[in-house]
């Protein structure tokens, strides 16, 4: 192959790829959450700092915002946690992909307490 078809390889394959951060497969990162007609708990396949795709057969409308919680486990049960709220962005025949919706630390519309970038960047550094 010339450089000029390898080039357009690459142009090709990054036009393709829509995930603006770096992707950390999981292994012992949980999410739970409350569609409003029942509570999911599932596993994160892979996260980063702009969003997280989970393996389920739990389908919610794209576009919804949920709150979310994160869990890290390890031997002796769940080690962190963090509350975050995340919006579907899309689904596949193995689960969901969300995207965080990170909020300004100033911003506070309920009592509950939402991670920012900050906060999320720091839980991530030890999963």
């Known amino acids: 192959m ?16 829509k995930r603006r951060k770096k992707r950390y497969r999981c292994k012992a990162l949980f ?5 409003g007609a029942e509570s ?3 596993v994160i396949d892979d996260i980063s700092l702009s969003g997280f795709f989970m393996k389920t057969e ?3 409308y794209v576009g919804t915002v949920l709150n979310i919680v994160l869990q890290k486990r390890g031997a002796y049960g769940v080690e962190a946690w963090i509350t ?13 992909g969300f995207e965080f ?15 920012d970038s ?6 991530l550094q030890n999963v």
């Open 118 to 123: 900050k906060a999320l960047k720091r839980f």
């Open 2 to 17: 010339d450089s000029r078809q390898s080039l357009l390889r690459r142009w090709l394959v990054a036009i393709g790829e």
């Open 101 to 115: 919706v990170l909020l300004d630390r100033r911003w506070k519309e309920t009592d509950m307490e939402f991670a």
């Open 84 to 96: 975050v709220q995340a919006r579907v962005v899309r689904h596949d025949p193995k689960g969901t």
């Open 58 to 60: 739990a389908r919610v």
């Open 40 to 42: 999911i708990e599932d």
């Open 31 to 35: 999410v739970h959450f409350w569609t």
